[in-house]
Protein backbone atom coordinates (compact mmCIF):
# COMPACT_ATOMS: atom_id res chain seq x y z
CA UNK A 1 0.00 0.00 0.00
CA UNK A 2 0.99 3.48 -0.61
CA UNK A 3 1.24 6.53 1.62
CA UNK A 4 -1.76 9.38 1.75
CA UNK A 5 -0.19 13.04 2.32
CA UNK A 6 -1.54 16.02 3.80
CA UNK A 7 -0.11 18.03 0.56
CA UNK A 8 1.64 16.84 -2.80
CA UNK A 9 4.63 18.52 -1.94
CA UNK A 10 5.06 16.54 1.34
CA UNK A 11 5.43 13.63 -0.87
CA UNK A 12 9.35 12.87 -1.13
CA UNK A 13 10.54 11.15 -4.43
CA UNK A 14 10.69 7.33 -4.41
CA UNK A 15 8.47 6.71 -1.90
CA UNK A 16 6.11 3.59 -2.70
CA UNK A 17 5.02 1.89 0.72
CA UNK A 18 4.31 2.25 4.30
CA UNK A 19 7.15 1.47 5.49
CA UNK A 20 9.25 4.78 6.52
CA UNK A 21 12.27 5.80 4.83
CA UNK A 22 15.40 7.80 6.65
CA UNK A 23 14.40 11.12 4.18
CA UNK A 24 10.29 10.25 5.33
CA UNK A 25 8.56 13.97 6.12
CA UNK A 26 7.02 14.36 9.12
CA UNK A 27 3.60 15.39 7.51
CA UNK A 28 2.42 11.57 6.31
CA UNK A 29 0.98 8.73 7.78
CA UNK A 30 0.84 5.03 6.08
CA UNK A 31 -1.84 4.24 4.31
CA UNK A 32 -3.12 1.51 6.25
CA UNK A 33 -3.58 3.90 9.70
CA UNK A 34 -5.78 5.73 7.22
CA UNK A 35 -7.67 2.52 5.90
CA UNK A 36 -7.80 1.82 9.70
CA UNK A 37 -9.07 4.83 10.49
CA UNK A 38 -12.26 4.86 7.88
CA UNK A 39 -12.98 1.20 9.42
CA UNK A 40 -13.44 2.39 12.79
CA UNK A 41 -15.08 5.56 11.24
CA UNK A 42 -18.18 3.44 10.14
CA UNK A 43 -18.05 1.05 13.43
CA UNK A 44 -17.67 4.64 15.55
CA UNK A 45 -21.34 5.97 13.37
CA UNK A 46 -22.77 2.60 14.01
CA UNK A 47 -22.06 2.22 18.08
CA UNK A 48 -22.17 6.26 18.50
CA UNK A 49 -25.56 6.30 17.10
CA UNK A 50 -26.71 3.41 19.96
CA UNK A 51 -24.79 4.87 22.43
CA UNK A 52 -26.02 8.26 21.93
CA UNK A 53 -29.78 7.09 22.86
CA UNK A 54 -28.60 4.38 25.29
CA UNK A 55 -29.08 6.61 28.58
CA UNK A 56 -32.55 7.64 28.13
CA UNK A 57 -33.55 4.82 26.14
CA UNK A 58 -32.57 2.77 29.40
CA UNK A 59 -33.79 5.45 32.01
CA UNK A 60 -36.79 7.10 30.01
CA UNK A 61 -37.80 4.45 27.58
CA UNK A 62 -37.37 1.08 29.87
CA UNK A 63 -37.21 2.88 33.16
CA UNK A 64 -34.13 1.52 34.32
CA UNK A 65 -32.71 3.57 37.85
CA UNK A 66 -29.41 5.23 37.98
CA UNK A 67 -27.99 2.29 39.71
CA UNK A 68 -28.76 0.00 37.00
CA UNK A 69 -28.12 2.52 34.63
CA UNK A 70 -24.61 3.02 36.25
CA UNK A 71 -24.25 -1.29 35.70
CA UNK A 72 -24.89 -1.18 32.66
CA UNK A 73 -22.39 2.24 31.61
CA UNK A 74 -19.98 0.89 33.88
CA UNK A 75 -20.33 -2.59 31.39
CA UNK A 76 -20.39 -1.02 28.42
CA UNK A 77 -17.11 0.96 29.09
CA UNK A 78 -15.60 -2.09 30.88
CA UNK A 79 -16.56 -5.38 29.82
CA UNK A 80 -13.76 -5.29 27.12
CA UNK A 81 -11.52 -5.82 29.34
CA UNK A 82 -12.42 -9.83 29.45
CA UNK A 83 -10.73 -10.62 26.27
CA UNK A 84 -8.42 -7.26 25.53
CA UNK A 85 -5.53 -9.17 26.76
CA UNK A 86 -6.83 -12.04 24.63
CA UNK A 87 -7.16 -10.33 21.96
CA UNK A 88 -3.22 -8.54 22.13
CA UNK A 89 -1.57 -11.83 23.18
CA UNK A 90 -3.41 -14.13 20.12
CA UNK A 91 -2.37 -10.87 17.22
CA UNK A 92 1.55 -11.03 19.09
CA UNK A 93 0.96 -14.96 19.25
CA UNK A 94 0.04 -15.65 15.82
CA UNK A 95 1.23 -12.69 13.34
CA UNK A 96 -3.14 -12.65 12.36
CA UNK A 97 -3.60 -8.91 13.80
CA UNK A 98 -5.53 -8.04 10.82
CA UNK A 99 -8.15 -11.22 11.43
CA UNK A 100 -8.13 -11.29 15.02
CA UNK A 101 -9.95 -7.43 14.30
CA UNK A 102 -12.14 -8.39 11.49
CA UNK A 103 -13.93 -11.28 14.18
CA UNK A 104 -13.99 -8.33 17.48
CA UNK A 105 -15.84 -5.89 14.49
CA UNK A 106 -17.96 -8.32 13.51
CA UNK A 107 -18.83 -9.49 17.26
CA UNK A 108 -20.01 -6.31 17.55
CA UNK A 109 -21.99 -5.15 14.27
CA UNK A 110 -24.20 -8.53 14.65
CA UNK A 111 -25.05 -7.23 18.48
CA UNK A 112 -26.74 -4.04 17.15
CA UNK A 113 -29.24 -6.17 15.77
CA UNK A 114 -29.83 -8.41 18.66
CA UNK A 115 -30.95 -4.49 20.49
CA UNK A 116 -34.13 -5.09 18.77
CA UNK A 117 -35.92 -7.88 21.11
CA UNK A 118 -33.84 -6.91 24.30
CA UNK A 119 -35.76 -5.14 26.36
CA UNK A 120 -35.42 -6.75 30.04
CA UNK A 121 -32.46 -5.44 32.30
CA UNK A 122 -30.82 -8.62 31.55
CA UNK A 123 -30.83 -9.81 28.29
CA UNK A 124 -29.89 -5.83 27.23
CA UNK A 125 -26.68 -6.36 29.19
CA UNK A 126 -26.04 -9.28 27.19
CA UNK A 127 -26.37 -8.14 24.34
CA UNK A 128 -24.21 -4.50 25.74
CA UNK A 129 -21.42 -7.07 26.77
CA UNK A 130 -21.69 -8.72 23.55
CA UNK A 131 -20.57 -5.55 21.53
CA UNK A 132 -17.69 -4.39 24.17
CA UNK A 133 -16.46 -8.23 23.75
CA UNK A 134 -16.14 -7.42 20.36
CA UNK A 135 -14.81 -3.91 20.98
CA UNK A 136 -11.77 -5.93 23.69
CA UNK A 137 -10.84 -8.22 21.19
CA UNK A 138 -9.95 -5.87 18.16
CA UNK A 139 -8.86 -3.28 19.62
CA UNK A 140 -4.99 -4.07 20.83
CA UNK A 141 -4.33 -5.85 16.94
CA UNK A 142 -6.11 -2.52 15.09
CA UNK A 143 -3.32 -0.26 17.46
CA UNK A 144 -0.57 -2.65 17.19
CA UNK A 145 -1.15 -2.66 13.57
CA UNK A 146 -1.15 1.36 13.16
CA UNK A 147 1.88 1.36 15.37
CA UNK A 148 3.63 -1.24 12.48
CA UNK A 149 3.12 1.04 10.26
CA UNK A 150 4.50 4.05 12.08
CA UNK A 151 8.19 5.55 13.24
CA UNK A 152 8.11 5.64 16.89
CA UNK A 153 8.83 9.65 16.73
CA UNK A 154 5.20 9.95 14.63
CA UNK A 155 3.39 7.76 16.81
CA UNK A 156 1.59 10.15 18.48
CA UNK A 157 0.43 11.90 14.72
CA UNK A 158 -0.67 8.36 13.84
CA UNK A 159 -2.70 7.46 16.40
CA UNK A 160 -3.89 11.29 16.65
CA UNK A 161 -4.97 10.74 12.33
CA UNK A 162 -6.86 7.58 13.39
CA UNK A 163 -8.63 8.84 16.10
CA UNK A 164 -9.82 11.94 14.22
CA UNK A 165 -11.17 9.44 11.15
CA UNK A 166 -12.49 7.71 13.97
CA UNK A 167 -14.32 10.46 15.65
CA UNK A 168 -15.64 11.70 12.58
CA UNK A 169 -17.86 8.36 12.94
CA UNK A 170 -18.61 9.26 16.29
CA UNK A 171 -19.38 12.68 15.87
CA UNK A 172 -22.15 11.53 12.77
CA UNK A 173 -23.43 8.50 14.56
CA UNK A 174 -25.50 10.44 17.03
CA UNK A 175 -26.58 13.08 14.57
CA UNK A 176 -27.70 9.67 12.72
CA UNK A 177 -29.60 9.13 16.12
CA UNK A 178 -30.93 12.51 16.02
CA UNK A 179 -32.35 12.32 12.65
CA UNK A 180 -34.04 8.96 12.90
CA UNK A 181 -35.54 10.03 16.32
CA UNK A 182 -37.03 13.31 15.01
CA UNK A 183 -38.21 11.35 12.03
CA UNK A 184 -39.84 8.63 14.29
CA UNK A 185 -40.29 9.71 17.79
CA UNK A 186 -39.38 6.93 19.87
CA UNK A 187 -37.94 4.88 17.07
CA UNK A 188 -35.46 3.23 18.66
CA UNK A 189 -35.57 0.17 16.82
CA UNK A 190 -34.85 2.32 13.24
CA UNK A 191 -31.44 3.27 15.26
CA UNK A 192 -30.52 -0.44 15.88
CA UNK A 193 -31.25 -1.18 12.36
CA UNK A 194 -29.30 1.18 10.64
CA UNK A 195 -26.08 0.93 13.32
CA UNK A 196 -25.97 -2.93 12.35
CA UNK A 197 -26.03 -1.88 8.51
CA UNK A 198 -23.18 0.85 8.54
CA UNK A 199 -20.88 -1.31 11.18
CA UNK A 200 -21.35 -4.03 8.60
CA UNK A 201 -19.79 -1.73 5.96
CA UNK A 202 -16.71 -1.10 8.21
CA UNK A 203 -16.54 -5.22 8.10
CA UNK A 204 -16.19 -4.87 4.54
CA UNK A 205 -13.66 -2.46 4.69
CA UNK A 206 -10.90 -4.41 6.67
CA UNK A 207 -12.01 -7.49 5.08
CA UNK A 208 -11.50 -6.27 1.81
CA UNK A 209 -9.08 -3.99 2.13
CA UNK A 210 -6.39 -3.37 4.99
CA UNK A 211 -3.77 -5.90 4.19
CA UNK A 212 -2.82 -8.55 6.68
CA UNK A 213 0.73 -9.17 7.33
CA UNK A 214 1.64 -12.28 8.96
CA UNK A 215 4.66 -12.09 11.29
CA UNK A 216 7.00 -14.66 10.84
CA UNK A 217 7.62 -17.26 13.52
CA UNK A 218 10.77 -16.42 14.17
CA UNK A 219 9.85 -13.03 14.75
CA UNK A 220 7.41 -13.97 17.66
CA UNK A 221 8.13 -14.32 21.27
CA UNK A 222 6.77 -17.21 22.93
CA UNK A 223 4.75 -16.84 25.84
CA UNK A 224 7.02 -16.51 28.48
CA UNK A 225 8.42 -13.63 26.35
CA UNK A 226 5.43 -11.35 26.36
CA UNK A 227 4.88 -12.29 29.78
CA UNK A 228 8.31 -10.91 30.77
CA UNK A 229 8.00 -7.49 28.64
CA UNK A 230 4.39 -7.49 30.26
CA UNK A 231 6.06 -7.72 34.11
CA UNK A 232 8.64 -5.21 32.78
CA UNK A 233 9.26 -1.84 35.40
CA UNK A 234 8.60 0.24 32.31
CA UNK A 235 5.46 -0.89 31.03
CA UNK A 236 4.25 -1.61 35.15
CA UNK A 237 4.20 1.76 35.94
CA UNK A 238 2.15 3.23 33.22
CA UNK A 239 -0.59 0.38 33.60
CA UNK A 240 -0.54 1.66 37.40
CA UNK A 241 -1.27 4.74 36.32
CA UNK A 242 -4.11 4.30 34.03
CA UNK A 243 -5.70 2.37 36.98
CA UNK A 244 -5.64 5.42 39.14
CA UNK A 245 -7.08 7.36 36.69
CA UNK A 246 -9.42 4.88 35.49
CA UNK A 247 -10.54 4.81 38.90
CA UNK A 248 -11.63 8.30 39.17
CA UNK A 249 -13.26 8.57 35.75
CA UNK A 250 -16.74 9.48 35.29
CA UNK A 251 -18.77 8.06 31.86
CA UNK A 252 -20.25 10.67 29.38
CA UNK A 253 -23.70 9.26 29.84
CA UNK A 254 -23.38 10.71 33.43
CA UNK A 255 -22.20 14.22 32.72
CA UNK A 256 -24.61 13.79 29.46
CA UNK A 257 -27.87 13.79 31.92
CA UNK A 258 -26.39 15.95 34.61
CA UNK A 259 -26.32 18.63 32.51
CA UNK A 260 -30.00 17.36 30.59
CA UNK A 261 -31.41 17.42 33.95
CA UNK A 262 -30.27 21.25 35.18
CA UNK A 263 -30.87 22.85 31.43
CA UNK A 264 -34.11 21.03 30.91
CA UNK A 265 -33.09 19.57 27.83
CA UNK A 266 -35.15 17.76 25.44
CA UNK A 267 -34.60 14.22 24.48
CA UNK A 268 -34.77 14.40 21.39
CA UNK A 269 -31.81 16.79 21.27
CA UNK A 270 -30.01 14.65 24.04
CA UNK A 271 -27.72 13.08 20.90
CA UNK A 272 -26.52 16.46 20.13
CA UNK A 273 -24.12 16.43 23.60
CA UNK A 274 -22.17 13.52 22.01
CA UNK A 275 -21.95 15.21 18.63
CA UNK A 276 -20.43 18.09 20.37
CA UNK A 277 -18.03 16.30 22.46
CA UNK A 278 -16.63 14.47 19.02
CA UNK A 279 -16.53 17.63 17.19
CA UNK A 280 -14.13 19.10 19.47
CA UNK A 281 -12.06 15.64 19.55
CA UNK A 282 -11.84 15.58 16.07
CA UNK A 283 -10.31 19.29 15.89
CA UNK A 284 -7.86 18.79 18.47
CA UNK A 285 -7.01 14.46 18.02
CA UNK A 286 -4.26 15.59 15.34
CA UNK A 287 -3.23 18.66 17.08
CA UNK A 288 -2.69 17.36 20.44
CA UNK A 289 -0.97 13.79 18.70
CA UNK A 290 1.79 16.04 17.37
CA UNK A 291 2.11 18.06 20.56
CA UNK A 292 2.52 14.27 22.40
CA UNK A 293 5.46 13.79 19.79
CA UNK A 294 7.12 17.16 20.58
CA UNK A 295 6.92 17.44 24.03
CA UNK A 296 5.98 14.22 25.45
CA UNK A 297 3.15 11.94 25.42
CA UNK A 298 2.88 11.88 29.53
CA UNK A 299 2.54 15.35 29.67
CA UNK A 300 -0.35 15.59 27.21
CA UNK A 301 -2.32 12.61 29.23
CA UNK A 302 -2.01 14.24 32.40
CA UNK A 303 -2.75 17.43 30.80
CA UNK A 304 -5.69 15.39 29.03
CA UNK A 305 -6.92 14.40 32.73
CA UNK A 306 -6.99 18.08 33.97
CA UNK A 307 -9.21 19.16 31.62
CA UNK A 308 -11.43 16.14 32.71
CA UNK A 309 -11.11 17.58 36.04
CA UNK A 310 -12.70 20.96 34.86
CA UNK A 311 -15.42 19.53 33.16
CA UNK A 312 -16.96 17.72 36.85
CA UNK A 313 -16.57 21.22 38.19
CA UNK A 314 -18.43 22.80 35.44
CA UNK A 315 -21.06 20.24 34.99
CA UNK A 316 -21.82 19.86 38.62
CA UNK A 317 -21.44 23.37 39.59
CA UNK A 318 -22.86 26.31 39.23
CA UNK A 319 -22.09 27.46 35.91
CA UNK A 320 -25.42 29.07 34.05
CA UNK A 321 -27.22 26.41 31.86
CA UNK A 322 -26.22 26.78 28.22
CA UNK A 323 -22.17 27.93 29.12
CA UNK A 324 -22.38 24.76 31.29
CA UNK A 325 -22.98 22.97 28.62
CA UNK A 326 -20.33 24.18 26.05
CA UNK A 327 -17.88 24.18 28.16
CA UNK A 328 -18.26 20.33 29.04
CA UNK A 329 -18.43 19.63 25.75
CA UNK A 330 -14.98 21.25 25.12
CA UNK A 331 -13.26 20.06 28.10
CA UNK A 332 -14.51 16.43 27.54
CA UNK A 333 -13.38 16.50 23.79
CA UNK A 334 -10.10 17.84 24.73
CA UNK A 335 -9.80 15.15 27.19
CA UNK A 336 -10.43 12.69 24.60
CA UNK A 337 -7.86 14.16 22.04
CA UNK A 338 -5.14 13.99 24.56
CA UNK A 339 -5.72 10.45 25.87
CA UNK A 340 -7.37 7.94 23.56
CA UNK A 341 -4.63 7.90 20.86
CA UNK A 342 -1.73 9.40 23.33
CA UNK A 343 -2.22 6.07 25.36
CA UNK A 344 -1.00 3.78 22.85
CA UNK A 345 1.61 5.95 21.60
CA UNK A 346 3.00 6.36 24.90
CA UNK A 347 2.79 2.82 25.57
CA UNK A 348 4.18 0.84 22.18
CA UNK A 349 7.94 2.23 22.35
CA UNK A 350 8.08 0.33 26.03
CA UNK A 351 7.71 -3.36 24.98
CA UNK A 352 9.26 -5.12 22.11
CA UNK A 353 8.02 -4.62 19.04
CA UNK A 354 6.44 -8.79 18.96
CA UNK A 355 4.86 -7.89 22.35
CA UNK A 356 3.41 -4.62 21.35
CA UNK A 357 -0.04 -5.75 20.91
CA UNK A 358 0.13 -7.55 24.34
CA UNK A 359 1.77 -4.15 25.77
CA UNK A 360 -0.99 -1.43 24.44
CA UNK A 361 -3.63 -4.33 25.64
CA UNK A 362 -2.37 -4.09 29.44
CA UNK A 363 -2.52 -0.32 29.70
CA UNK A 364 -6.18 0.04 28.08
CA UNK A 365 -7.78 -2.87 30.06
CA UNK A 366 -6.48 -1.63 32.93
CA UNK A 367 -8.40 1.54 31.94
CA UNK A 368 -11.36 0.06 31.22
CA UNK A 369 -11.78 -2.24 35.07
CA UNK A 370 -10.94 1.11 36.76
CA UNK A 371 -14.03 2.65 34.52
CA UNK A 372 -16.55 0.00 35.19
CA UNK A 373 -15.79 0.39 39.08
CA UNK A 374 -16.13 4.37 38.82
CA UNK A 375 -19.31 3.99 36.91
CA UNK A 376 -20.74 1.61 39.04
CA UNK A 377 -19.41 3.58 42.02
CA UNK A 378 -20.71 6.88 40.81
CA UNK A 379 -24.16 5.84 39.99
CA UNK A 380 -24.56 5.01 43.75
CA UNK A 381 -22.78 7.89 44.55
CA UNK A 382 -25.64 9.55 41.99
CA UNK A 383 -28.42 7.83 43.72
CA UNK A 384 -27.03 9.02 47.68
CA UNK A 385 -26.54 12.53 46.89
CA UNK A 386 -27.44 13.52 43.50
CA UNK A 387 -24.70 14.77 40.53
CA UNK A 388 -23.61 17.79 41.64
CA UNK A 389 -22.01 16.55 44.77
CA UNK A 390 -20.82 13.26 43.18
CA UNK A 391 -18.84 15.30 40.60
CA UNK A 392 -17.62 17.07 42.81
CA UNK A 393 -16.19 14.40 44.77
CA UNK A 394 -14.45 12.65 42.00
CA UNK A 395 -12.69 15.86 41.06
CA UNK A 396 -11.29 16.40 44.67
CA UNK A 397 -10.23 12.58 44.07
CA UNK A 398 -9.04 12.98 40.29
CA UNK A 399 -6.97 16.16 41.85
CA UNK A 400 -5.39 13.41 44.31
CA UNK A 401 -4.91 10.90 42.01
CA UNK A 402 -3.26 13.10 39.55
CA UNK A 403 0.08 13.73 40.83
CA UNK A 404 0.91 10.31 41.63
CA UNK A 405 0.13 9.42 37.69
CA UNK A 406 1.82 12.01 36.47
CA UNK A 407 5.09 10.63 38.07
CA UNK A 408 4.62 7.26 37.35
CA UNK A 409 3.74 8.17 33.21
CA UNK A 410 6.79 10.93 33.17
CA UNK A 411 9.15 7.80 35.28
CA UNK A 412 8.22 5.12 32.31
CA UNK A 413 8.77 7.00 29.18
CA UNK A 414 12.11 8.57 30.38
CA UNK A 415 13.01 5.36 30.88
CA UNK A 416 13.86 5.56 34.74
Partial sequence: MGRVYVSLRDRPAGDAGDTPGPGAVRRRVASTVVLLGLVSMFTDVSSEMVAAVLPLYLTAELGLGYVAYGFLDGAYQGVSALVRMLGGYASDRTGAAKWIAVLGYGVSAVSRLAMLPAHAFLAITAVVTADRLGKGLRTAPRDAMIAAASRREDLGRAFGVHRALDTVGAALGPLVAFGLLAAVPGGYDSVFVVSFAVAAIGVALLVLFVPARRALPAARLRARGILRELTGRRLRRPVVACALLGAVTVGDGFL?????????????????????????????????????DRLGRARVLVGGHVALLAAYLVAGGPVPGVAAVVATLVLL???????????????????ADEARASGIA?????????????????????????????????AALLGVVLPAAAWLLRSAEAGR
Avoid at 261 to 290: C, E, S
Avoid at 333 to 351: E, K, Q
Fill in 256 to 292: YLSLQQRTDLDATFFPLLYVGTNTVYLLLAVPLGHLA
Fill in 333 to 351: GGFYAATDGVLPALVSPLV
Fill in 362 to 394: AAQTAVVVARFASSVAFGALWAVSGPGTGLVVF
